[in-house]
């Protein structure tokens, strides 16, 4: 479970970006972030990463204050084509971080392996991440976080750099694997339909400072589809009130 209370930041003494947040994630939730460019979600990732100590507040994950990078986490970014590392194979990507669990290296093999099967990339291992598309190079992020069995996943726009088909493909994979092993995931993204499409919970940040505008309960049934939920009424309904939100016009 993730607390995060009285939240602020700001970078070097300037305007602050992030101001008194509060947010609960509970276990197995899979809680989207969604707001206007420059409200602060990035930096809010970061705090909770672990990545940046925040200027007030604190963000407590599994009855821990966070003050580094937490072991139980994993980080799926946007930018896959910078955060595989071009000479390791994809095997070889997906088990690198297991290292710090401790595992062998028969054990890093087998986990990588099998990852790499629930994202179906199975015949990719050997495989160089350049020699893979880029929608197969972000199942291979997010293998990596599977493979490490994190209690929480963080998500930062991981879509934003595919293109539309893929993009479904790997909102269904998410769900998929959520639903699958039950971990906590929070998941920021501009898009706002992607945010009711995958949310138990919306969360709506307004920006100057960054803060909590709303928060949504998702009331659509847990198993989703990319057509039948995006014109169930409910699902229109939300994304309206999402948008509006987002776009700071009251519904
Ligand atoms: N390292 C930094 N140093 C100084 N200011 C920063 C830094 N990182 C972000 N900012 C500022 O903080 C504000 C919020 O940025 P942040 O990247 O957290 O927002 P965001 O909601 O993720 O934006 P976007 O949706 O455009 O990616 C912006 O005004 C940005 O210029």
């Given at each position: 479970m993730l607390?995060?209370?009285?939240?602020?930041h700001s970078y070097g003494g300037a305007a602050p970006v992030l101001k008194g947040m509060d947010l609960k994630v509970a276990e197995g939730e899979l809680v989207t972030i969604v707001g206007p460019s420059g409200c602060g979600k990035s930096t809010l990732l970061r705090c909770i990463a672990g990545l940046i100590a925040p200027s007030e507040g604190k963000v407590v994950l599994n009855g821990t204050a966070i003050d580094g990078v937490p072991d139980e986490l994993a980080v799926v970014f946007q930018d896959y084509s910078?955060?595989?590392?071009?000479?390791?194979t994809v095997r070889d990507n997906v088990a690198l971080p297991l290292r710090r669990r401790g595992?062998?290296?028969?054990?890093?093999?087998?986990q990588a392996a099998?990852?790499?099967?629930?994202?179906?990339?199975?015949?990719?291992?050997?495989?160089?991440?350049?020699?893979?598309?880029?929608?197969?190079?972000q199942r291979v992020s997010i293998a990596r976080a599977?493979?490490?069995?994190?209690?929480?996943?963080?998500?930062?726009?991981?879509?934003?750099?595919?293109?539309?088909?893929?993009?479904?493909?790997?909102?269904?994979?998410?769900?998929?694997?959520?639903?699958?092993?039950?971990?906590?995931?929070?998941?920021?993204?501009?898009?706002?339909?992607?945010?009711?499409?995958?949310?138990?919970?919306?969360?709506?940040?307004?920006?100057?400072?960054?803060?909590?505008?709303?928060?949504?309960?998702?009331?659509?049934p847990a198993t989703r589809?990319?057509?039948?939920?995006?014109?169930?009424?409910?699902?229109v309904r939300l994304r309206a009130e999402v948008g509006g939100l987002v776009r700071g016009v009251a519904h």
């Open positions: 607390e995060i209370s009285g939240l602020g910078r955060s595989l590392l071009p000479w390791l595992a062998n290296r028969s054990e890093r093999r087998e099998e990852a790499l099967k629930s994202v179906g990339l199975a015949d990719a291992a050997s495989k160089y991440p350049w020699e893979l598309s880029g929608g197969m190079q599977l493979a490490y069995r994190p209690s929480f996943l963080l998500m930062d726009e991981p879509f934003g750099s595919v293109d539309a088909q893929t993009r479904e493909d790997l909102e269904d994979l998410v769900l998929q694997v959520h639903r699958a092993q039950g971990m906590t995931i929070l998941l920021v993204t501009h898009d706002i339909d992607e945010s009711v499409y995958l949310g138990d919970r919306v969360v709506v940040l307004a920006r100057n400072p960054g803060r909590i505008r709303e928060q949504l309960q998702v009331t659509l589809d990319q057509i039948g939920t995006r014109a169930d009424p409910e699902f």
